[in-house]
C-alpha cells in the first residue's frame, strides 16, 4: 500500500497566520497612495508573490507606475512588514501544528517548507522552526509564482522523494493548483466552500493525524 513520503508545507495560513501583517502593511501603502484597501481585497493575495501583490494592489487603487517606482513600493512595503514581524515568536505558531511535526518525525516522513515569501527563513527562526525543516524552499528559490508547481517540485527533489508521495498543505487556491500540477496530493486549509480542487479540507491542522493523510492514498 502505497503511503506518503513527504509532506510540503506552505507557510503564510498553513504554520502561521501572517495575512494579518501583510494586510496591515499593504493597506497602510494604499492609505499612503490615497485609496481604500479592504480585508476582502487582500484575500486576492494570498500565496500571490510580492510584485503580483503589488500589482493587484495598484490595480484595485487604478494607478499606474514604472517598473522602478514600483520596486521602491516593493521594498517599503517589505520594511514595514519586516517591522511588524519582529515581534513574532513560538506563540504564533498555529495550533495542531507542532504535534502534527512531531509525527511526521516520529514516523520517519520528511517535511519541508515550499513558501512564496521571501521571509520564510526569518520567520520560521523566529518562531523556532527553522531546524525542524529538512528542507526550506522560499520565494528566493523559485523562479515562478504559484500556481506554477516549482515551488512544490523542487521541494520533492531536494527530499529526494517522487512527486507521488508527497503531500501538501496549502491555505491559497494558487496554492492548491501548484501542489495538483507538481502531481501531489493536497490538503486545503480553509474553508472548502471557499477552496477548491484540493483532496481533503481541514480548518485547522488539529485536525490533522498520520492517519488521516495516509488514507489520501487509498
Ligand atoms: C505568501 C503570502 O506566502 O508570500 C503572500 O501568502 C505574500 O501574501 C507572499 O505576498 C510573498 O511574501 P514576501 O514575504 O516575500 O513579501
Ligand atoms: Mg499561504
Known amino acids: 500500500m502505497p503511503k506518503p513520503k513527504a509532506v510540503l508545507f506552505d507557510l503564510d495560513g498553513v504554520i502561521v497566520d501572517t495575512a494579518k501583517f501583510h494586510f496591515q502593511a499593504w493597506k497602510e501603502l494604499a ?9 476582502a481585497d487582500n484575500e486576492r493575495l494570498k500565496g500571490v508573490s510580492r510584485m ?4 493587484i494592489l495598484l490595480e484595485i487603487g487604478q494607478i499606474e507606475l514604472s517598473e522602478l517606482e514600483k520596486k521602491h513600493l516593493a521594498t517599503q ?12 515568536d513560538e506563540k504564533e505558531i498555529l495550533p495542531g501544528v507542532q ?8 514516523g520517519k516522513i520528511f517535511f519541508a517548507l ?7 527563513p526569518r520567520i520560521l527562526r523566529a518562531i523556532g522552526l527553522y531546524d525542524q525543516f529538512d528542507v526550506i524552499i522560499d520565494g528566493n528559490a523559485v523562479t515562478k509564482a504559484k500556481p506554477s508547481p516549482e ?41 472548502k466552500n471557499v477552496l477548491h ?21 487509498f
Request: proline share 0%.
Open 114 to 120: 515550499g513558501s512564496a515569501s521571501k521571509n520564510a
Open 31 to 39: 492609505n499612503e497612495l490615497g485609496f481604500t484597501f479592504t480585508e
Open 151 to 191: 515551488v512544490f517540485l523542487l521541494g520533492a527533489r531536494q527530499l529526494s522523494v517522487d512527486t507521488q508521495d508527497c503531500v501538501v498543505f496549502e491555505d491559497a487556491q494558487s496554492g492548491i493548483e501548484a501542489g495538483k500540477r507538481a502531481g501531489m496530493k493536497v490538503v486545503g486549509v480553509g474553508d
Open 197 to 217: 480542487g484540493a483532496d481533503d479540507y481541514i480548518v485547522s491542522m488539529k485536525e490533522m493525524s498520520i492517519e488521516r493523510m495516509n488514507s489520501l492514498f
Open 99 to 106: 504535534y502534527f511535526l512531531n509525527a511526521l518525525k516520529k
Open 77 to 88: 512595503k517589505n520594511k514595514r512588514y519586516i517591522e511588524l514581524i519582529s515581534t513574532m
Open 52 to 55: 503580483d501583490s503589488l500589482n
